[in-house]
Nanobody, 122 residues
Protein backbone atom coordinates (compact mmCIF):
# COMPACT_ATOMS: atom_id res chain seq x y z
CA UNK A 1 0.00 0.00 0.00
CA UNK A 2 1.14 3.54 -0.71
CA UNK A 3 0.71 6.39 1.74
CA UNK A 4 1.16 10.11 1.16
CA UNK A 5 2.07 12.30 4.12
CA UNK A 6 1.71 16.05 3.72
CA UNK A 7 3.20 18.69 5.97
CA UNK A 8 3.83 22.41 6.06
CA UNK A 9 0.39 23.93 6.14
CA UNK A 10 -0.59 26.67 8.53
CA UNK A 11 -1.69 30.25 8.99
CA UNK A 12 0.11 33.06 7.22
CA UNK A 13 -0.58 36.70 6.46
CA UNK A 14 -1.26 37.86 2.93
CA UNK A 15 2.01 38.33 1.08
CA UNK A 16 3.74 35.66 3.10
CA UNK A 17 5.12 32.28 2.12
CA UNK A 18 4.65 28.65 3.04
CA UNK A 19 6.30 25.46 1.88
CA UNK A 20 4.36 22.25 1.65
CA UNK A 21 5.94 18.82 1.50
CA UNK A 22 4.50 15.47 0.54
CA UNK A 23 6.34 12.19 0.93
CA UNK A 24 5.06 8.99 -0.65
CA UNK A 25 5.96 5.76 1.09
CA UNK A 26 5.31 2.08 0.51
CA UNK A 27 6.18 -0.43 -2.16
CA UNK A 28 6.69 2.05 -4.97
CA UNK A 29 8.36 1.17 -8.23
CA UNK A 30 7.61 4.45 -9.96
CA UNK A 31 5.40 7.50 -9.85
CA UNK A 32 4.52 9.11 -13.15
CA UNK A 33 3.13 12.44 -11.96
CA UNK A 34 2.84 14.14 -8.61
CA UNK A 35 0.45 16.98 -8.06
CA UNK A 36 -1.09 19.42 -5.66
CA UNK A 37 -4.80 20.09 -5.61
CA UNK A 38 -6.77 22.37 -3.32
CA UNK A 39 -10.32 22.69 -2.12
CA UNK A 40 -11.77 25.78 -0.54
CA UNK A 41 -15.01 25.63 1.48
CA UNK A 42 -18.00 25.36 -0.82
CA UNK A 43 -15.82 24.83 -3.88
CA UNK A 44 -14.82 21.82 -5.90
CA UNK A 45 -11.33 20.43 -5.66
CA UNK A 46 -9.13 22.15 -8.22
CA UNK A 47 -5.74 21.46 -9.71
CA UNK A 48 -2.92 23.68 -8.51
CA UNK A 49 0.09 22.18 -10.25
CA UNK A 50 1.51 18.93 -11.60
CA UNK A 51 5.05 17.70 -12.13
CA UNK A 52 6.06 14.62 -14.10
CA UNK A 53 8.92 12.31 -13.32
CA UNK A 54 10.91 14.17 -15.98
CA UNK A 55 10.25 17.51 -14.33
CA UNK A 56 7.63 18.88 -16.68
CA UNK A 57 5.30 21.19 -14.79
CA UNK A 58 1.82 22.53 -15.37
CA UNK A 59 0.52 25.37 -13.20
CA UNK A 60 -2.98 26.69 -12.79
CA UNK A 61 -3.23 30.28 -13.98
CA UNK A 62 -4.17 31.44 -10.48
CA UNK A 63 -0.80 30.45 -9.06
CA UNK A 64 1.60 31.01 -11.97
CA UNK A 65 4.54 33.16 -10.95
CA UNK A 66 3.84 32.69 -7.24
CA UNK A 67 4.03 28.95 -6.58
CA UNK A 68 6.92 26.66 -7.41
CA UNK A 69 6.72 22.88 -7.45
CA UNK A 70 9.75 20.66 -7.16
CA UNK A 71 10.29 16.94 -6.84
CA UNK A 72 12.87 14.55 -5.46
CA UNK A 73 12.35 11.30 -7.36
CA UNK A 74 14.78 9.38 -5.18
CA UNK A 75 12.73 10.24 -2.10
CA UNK A 76 9.31 10.12 -3.81
CA UNK A 77 8.74 13.56 -2.38
CA UNK A 78 7.19 16.66 -3.85
CA UNK A 79 7.37 20.22 -2.54
CA UNK A 80 5.27 23.29 -3.12
CA UNK A 81 6.80 26.67 -2.39
CA UNK A 82 3.99 29.17 -2.11
CA UNK A 83 4.94 32.85 -2.26
CA UNK A 84 2.96 36.07 -2.31
CA UNK A 85 0.04 34.25 -0.77
CA UNK A 86 -3.42 35.74 -1.09
CA UNK A 87 -6.55 35.16 1.01
CA UNK A 88 -8.07 33.37 -1.98
CA UNK A 89 -5.34 30.74 -1.66
CA UNK A 90 -6.97 29.60 1.57
CA UNK A 91 -7.93 25.96 1.15
CA UNK A 92 -7.11 22.41 2.09
CA UNK A 93 -4.19 21.36 -0.09
CA UNK A 94 -4.03 17.75 -1.20
CA UNK A 95 -1.04 15.91 -2.55
CA UNK A 96 -1.60 13.31 -5.25
CA UNK A 97 0.64 10.64 -6.71
CA UNK A 98 -0.73 9.72 -10.12
CA UNK A 99 -0.15 6.58 -12.12
CA UNK A 100 1.83 4.84 -9.37
CA UNK A 101 3.33 1.48 -10.15
CA UNK A 102 3.75 -0.82 -7.16
CA UNK A 103 4.19 -4.04 -9.12
CA UNK A 104 4.48 -5.09 -12.74
CA UNK A 105 1.53 -7.39 -12.07
CA UNK A 106 -0.74 -4.65 -10.73
CA UNK A 107 -2.27 -1.82 -12.78
CA UNK A 108 -1.06 1.68 -12.00
CA UNK A 109 -3.34 3.71 -9.77
CA UNK A 110 -3.61 7.07 -8.11
CA UNK A 111 -3.11 7.86 -4.43
CA UNK A 112 -4.12 10.87 -2.38
CA UNK A 113 -2.97 12.44 0.85
CA UNK A 114 -5.23 13.50 3.69
CA UNK A 115 -4.78 17.18 3.03
CA UNK A 116 -3.19 20.07 4.89
CA UNK A 117 -4.91 23.34 5.74
CA UNK A 118 -3.50 26.58 4.40
CA UNK A 119 -5.08 29.76 5.71
CA UNK A 120 -4.09 33.19 4.45
CA UNK A 121 -5.31 36.14 6.47
CA UNK A 122 -5.84 39.58 4.96
Amino acid sequence: QVQLLESGGGLVQAGGSLRLSCAASGSILSINTMAWYRQAPGNQRELVVTITNLGTTNYADAVKGRFIISRDNAKNTVYLQMNSLKPEDTAVYYCAALQVRTSIMVPRRDYWGQGTQVTVSS
